[in-house]
Every structure is written in structure tokens, then in C-alpha cells.
């Protein structure tokens, strides 16, 4: 089962940042916070991870706690196709590892 | 280039019947995995494979059988098809040592 708690569905306006929760409370030291999205009849996508460092990229950015038990992933400058399903999925680092999902957040840009 | 691919995209076939589901990824990665999504859209991990070898089994039940020819290609068999399977069944592949999943497009499986 996942391990990871998230609001089930939000709505951010266009154009404006899109900031989507994540608790992680029982997270090990040797496990990362992954973000994935899927948008509606397509397969998962790879956003963004992070183990304990903020970290950013093309796509988005992730704010980890320093406790490391709730995370933010950021959606700058939200757009209509990010309309989506993300996922905050704990993962150790051994690699190749499973991704248990868990329900989500429902994100709804609108416009 | 289409970094993963399944095909067929959608398959609709009687109870009881053999099917196959095929997964190909040109991304030169070591790990392939399958995964299961079901109509409350829940997303569960079915198997791994990490260079033509089983690493991942989730209690999955016997008449289902991938089949890996080599790192690219990782086929899904299921044997007698029963109602619960209907789902979509994603595939997907990350490099060696890496947890960055690259997912198919998934394959739509209706079981009538």
C-alpha cells in the first residue's frame, strides 16, 4: 500500500503556480519522493525526485521539508495540459524499484 | 521515436481465451516492468524484469506469464481471461540502478 498521503483534487487557475501537497511522515532515510503524472488515458510520465535537497527542473520543482516528512511539488506557470493525476510515491534508492501508487491528487487547470 | 510501445492498444476478447500483449522499448534499458490498472484506476506493480530475468513477482496468479526474448521486449501472457482482468496494462522501463520509469501508452484489455 502506499505510504504517502495526498489531497485528493485541486484547481489552480491558468497561467498561475500550481503548489500540490504530499505527506510522507513514516519516510525512511534511504528513500527518495518521487513525482509521476498521468494525464487522462496515458501512461504515467516521470516529473521530478528528491531525497532530502529542493530540487528543480524543466517541468517542475520539488520542495522537501527539512524534517523530510511532507514535500510540495510546483507547477510554475500552470498550463490546460497539465490537467492530470500526480502521484508522490516514496522510493528507496537500491534502484529498479517497484512504484507502488497511491490515489493522487487530481489536479484541474482552469481556464 | 516512440520510447515504449504496447500493442495491441486495445484488445476485447471471451472469457477463457489466451491473449498476448506485447512491449518493446528502444530507450537500451536493463529493467522492464508490467503494470495493472483497474477500473477504480488504481495503478499496481505485476512484474519486473531486470535483463531478461524475473526480479519483481506480485502475487500475481499463474495465468499470467511475461516473457522477456531479450532487454527491449517483454511480453505479457494470460492464459484463460476472466472477467476481473479487464484493465488497462501499462508497460514500462527504467536504465540499471535508475527508479526514472518511462511508461507505454497502455493497452486496454476487456474481458467479455
Known amino acids: 500500500d502506499a505510504k504517502t498521503t495526498q489531497p485528493p483534487s485541486m484547481d489552480c487557475a491558468e497561467g498561475r503556480a500550481a503548489n500540490l501537497p504530499c505527506n510522507h511522515s513514516?519516510?525512511?532515510?534511504?528513500?527518495?519522493v518521487y513525482w509521476y503524472r498521468q494525464i487522462h488515458s496515458q501512461g504515467p510520465q516521470y516529473i521530478i525526485h528528491?531525497?532530502?535537497n529542493n530540487e528543480t527542473n524543466e517541468m517542475a520543482s520539488l520542495i522537501i521539508t527539512e524534517d523530510r516528512k511532507s514535500s510540495t511539488l510546483i507547477l510554475p506557470h500552470a498550463t490546460l495540459r497539465d490537467t492530470a493525476v500526480y502521484y508522490c510515491?516514496?522510493?528507496?534508492?537500491?534502484?529498479?524499484?517497484?512504484?507502488?501508487f497511491g490515489t493522487g491528487t487530481r489536479l484541474t487547470i482552469i481556464p | 521515436d516512440t520510447a515504449v510501445s504496447q500493442t495491441p492498444k486495445y484488445l476485447v476478447t471471451q472469457m477463457g481465451n489466451d491473449k498476448s500483449i506485447k512491449c518493446e522499448q528502444n530507450l537500451g534499458h536493463d529493467t522492464m516492468y508490467w503494470y495493472k490498472q483497474d477500473s477504480k484506476k488504481f495503478l499496481k506493480i505485476m512484474f519486473s524484469y531486470n535483463n531478461k530475468e524475473l526480479i519483481i513477482n506480485e502475487t500475481v496468479p499463474n495465468r499470467f506469464s511475461p516473457k522477456s526474448p531479450d532487454k527491449a521486449h517483454l511480453n505479457l501472457h494470460i492464459n484463460s481471461l476472466e472477467l476481473g482482468d479487464s484493465a488497462v496494462y501499462f508497460c514500462a522501463s527504467s536504465r540499471r540502478g535508475g527508479n526514472e520509469q518511462f511508461f507505454g501508452p497502455g493497452t486496454r484489455l476487456t474481458v467479455l
Open positions: 513514516t519516510i525512511s532515510g534511504n528513500e527518495y
Open positions: 528528491g531525497l532530502k
Open positions: 510515491i516514496e522510493v528507496s534508492n537500491f534502484g529498479n524499484e517497484k512504484l507502488t
